[in-house]
């Protein structure tokens, strides 16, 4: 069973272009949570999906993020026009249940030029 | 291949015991070894660990870290039910760092 796949594992964009990060959850798993990381600080949790759904994205800024997870494939965390400011490391976590511990994938390093 | 394995996976106390929760790593160029408490959706950062011996102290939680032996420990005091949350640890590494590898967590439930 392989474990929650995150990819690319680094990605480097130039301000104003956009970012696509991508996060295979856990075979049987139906939740999948964003967090982000930025230097010096803890995880920052960003928003959290069902299958379809949006459950949660309260910690998501308004503007330029956006994320899905389809009926069908991987969750995508889409950051629109990014600024030096988004440069972080984005892991994502799933779990089979809500409530249930979370598998964290090994994260996606963005670096914003 | 780089891991992070988290003993034990679940842990079930009473109110005023005190608990160890362990934490060993095998990765590549080691940076520096994070503990976070998780309850519900964020999980909040408790210690960053960088060097072996040092031990960090925050109130009744202290943490360690074992360079030689790859491992660290997060000690909880005198728990309470305000403990109860999952404990996770990451490692981060790689020859540029930014490389996280998570433990899976340990649940601690405390009971009153």
């Known amino acids: 069973n392989a474990g929650v796949m995150q990819n690319p594992r680094h990605l480097v964009r130039r301000r104003g272009q956009e970012a696509r990060l991508r996060c295979s959850p856990m075979k049987g798993h139906s939740h999948v949570y964003w967090y982000r990381q930025l230097p010096e600080e803890g995880l920052k949790f960003m928003v959290y999906l069902q299958k379809e759904n949006i459950i949660d994205e309260s910690g998501m800024p308004k503007e330029r993020f956006s994320a899905e997870f389809p009926k069908e494939g991987p969750s995508i965390l889409r950051i629109q026009q990014v600024v030096r400011g988004d440069s972080a490391a984005y892991f994502c976590?799933?779990?089979?249940?809500?409530?249930?511990?979370?598998?964290f994938g090994p994260g996606t390093r963005l670096t914003v030029l | 291949e780089d891991k992070v394995v988290q003993s034990p996976l679940s842990l079930v106390v009473h109110e005023g015991d005190t608990v160890t929760l362990n934490c060993s790593y095998e990765v590549t160029n080691f940076r520096s070894l994070l503990w976070y408490k998780q309850e519900k959706k964020a999980p909040t950062f408790l210690f960053m660990l960088?060097?072996?011996?040092i031990e960090k102290k925050s109130g009744r939680l202290s943490s360690i870290l074992d360079k030689k032996e790859l491992f660290s420990i997060l000690n909880i005091t005198a728990t309470q039910t305000g403990d109860s949350a999952i404990y996770l640890c990451?490692?981060?590494?790689?020859?540029?760092?930014?490389?996280?590898?998570f433990g899976t967590g340990t649940s601690l439930t405390v009971i009153p």
């Open positions: 960088t060097s072996s011996g």
């Open positions: 990451a490692v981060e590494a790689g020859d540029t760092g930014n490389q996280f590898y």
């Open positions: 976590a799933s779990s089979p249940r809500q409530g249930n511990e979370q598998f």
